[in-house]
């Protein structure tokens, strides 16, 4: 026999549980809190009558982390836990009770969802020991990443608005450098101040030698510009936007120095992880991408085969078949963001890596597709040969496209001969946007200024009243 308890966790109020039997029958229910004599007594109420051999299962939803303590304590219990993605659970109440939703009514459904959908229960781990550490290290670096582009950006719309053009001789992606002459010099007036030597200067300590005097007569030319636009007018204090740009670079200074020592962490905990070092043998993967994927992948055993994987990754295709009509929609990209987009990016570099990869992206942009589409099958490719990687426990291997092992020279000579994208595949596969394609422009993209105007006689006059239709 079984019994299920369904859990709907809350996070500040009272959580609620359900007890049901084999068949699905209301055996109990309760509130609780996250204490663990009321755990206990939960436990004691849902396994009162069972008898030996008989199996409890519980499931809930992950709401935000407050699965991981009710998870441990039933696992220490010997009941297996099981999670339930809350969309898929949310679907299922409103098919039953489409205009009522209460925690009791959620509850009821979680325990009965092992008779109404077993295949939507993924079994929970807790994540416990240097796996668990990473996984928290990987999110918290994700977050910060996220955090210090936004300020960066924050800097680069500061530049645009009082001192046009320095974006373009800083640049986009604003380095030490930039950040060291921002952050203390941050005023046009203050750079004319600090002259070209001492610009130079401080360009060649942070840069390394490689921005000299030609950079600092750029940043010179600009601050001199700003000084000439904003001369007499208002919106515009350089006082006020050096204190900000200064305001800002302190915090990208913090926020680089903690990404820097999440890095180091995270580095020495996937070497405790995996000190056969499977995940840097993948194409594509650098240090930053090996532990990303290995902190939210977590224990590849516990997928059933490298589809479960992909599902996993939500990189697989939905479907949408009626009678003879099928059509193959996005990706679901319902699975982990971090991993997904982790595993994205290294299939840019996996396909100027390995010669079989190389030739899915070529086939895919040969099949018509653009390269986000072909990028995606490499990305599915790559997460089913890391699948492989990691179920036989040996590291990855390049090859050609005929199975031969090849070394990275070789690799790359095969891709560079063979799988060469052209540049005129290039441009024909090109995404076109939804401004062009409603204005009707060409699929070359826009008409270049030394293209010829039609002739006069052919331009309508802006004046003229256009004929009425006959009836």
Not at 151 to 159: E, P
Not at 334 to 360: H, V
Not at 409 to 420: D, Y
Request: hydrophobic share 40%; with cysteine.
């Amino acid at each position: 026999m079984r019994r299920v308890i369904g859990i709907d966790l809350a996070i500040t109020a009272e959580s609620r549980a359900c007890v049901a039997d084999a068949t699905g029958g209301l055996l109990a229910e309760r509130g609780f809190r996250m204490r663990r004599h009321e755990l206990e007594a939960l436990f004691e109420a849902a396994t009162n009558g069972m008898a030996e051999g008989d199996e409890l299962l519980v499931v809930m939803e992950p709401t935000s982390s407050m699965w991981i303590a009710p998870t441990a304590f039933f696992g220490s219990k010997g009941a297996r836990v099981h999670l339930v993605p809350p969309e898929q659970s949310a679907d299922l109440r409103r098919y039953y009770t489409k205009h009522v939703k209460n925690d009791r009514i959620d509850a009821k459904l979680l325990a009965r969802l092992p008779l109404l959908h077993p295949e939507g229960l993924h079994e929970a781990q807790v994540p416990a020991g240097s796996q668990g550490v990473l996984k928290r290290i990987v999110r918290r670096r994700a977050r910060l990443v996220s955090e210090l582009a936004q300020h960066r950006q924050r800097v680069r719309s500061t530049l645009h608005h009082a001192m046009p053009g320095m974006n373009d001789v800083l640049g986009e992606q604003l380095g030490k450098a930039a950040m060291a002459l921002l952050g203390r010099y941050g005023s046009p007036k203050a750079m004319l101040r600090l002259g070209r030597a001492r610009i130079s200067a401080l360009f060649v300590k942070h840069s390394r030698g490689a921005w000299r005097e030609a950079k600092a007569d750029q940043v010179l030319a600009v601050a001199r510009s700003a000084i000439e636009l904003w001369d007499g007018l208002e919106g515009c204090d350089f006082d006020e936007i050096a204190e900000d740009l200064a305001c800002e670079a302190r915090i990208i200074k913090t926020l680089e120095t903690e990404i820097g020592e999440l890095d180091a962490r995270a580095a020495g905990l996937l070497g405790e992880i995996d000190p056969q070092g499977l995940f840097m043998s993948m194409p594509g993967f650098g240090e930053r991408t090996a532990t990303t994927v290995a902190g939210r992948l977590g224990d590849a055993s516990r997928f059933r085969n490298a589809a479960a994987i992909r599902a996993f990754i939500g990189m697989i295709p939905g479907t949408d078949q009626s009678g003879e009509a099928e059509a193959r929609p996005r990706l679901t990209k319902s699975g982990d963001r971090l991993l997904r987009t982790a595993l994205f990016l290294a299939a840019d570099t996996a396909r100027k890596e390995d010669p079989q990869l190389a030739e899915i992206y070529l086939r895919q942009l040969n099949k018509g597709s653009h390269h986000t589409k072909a990028l995606c099958a490499v990305a599915t490719a790559l997460a089913s040969r890391l699948a492989a990687v990691l179920r036989e426990g040996r590291p990855y291997e390049l090859r050609a496209a005929d199975g031969t092992m090849v070394d990275t020279e070789i690799a790359k000579q095969i891709i560079k001969e063979r799988f060469k994208v052209s540049a005129e595949l290039r441009m024909a596969r090109r995404q076109v946007t939804r401004a062009k394609r409603q204005k009707g422009r060409h699929l070359d993209g826009i008409r270049s200024k030394d293209m010829p105007s039609p002739p006069a006689e052919m331009a309508p006059d802006k004046d003229a009243i256009p004929a009425a239709r006959s009836a």
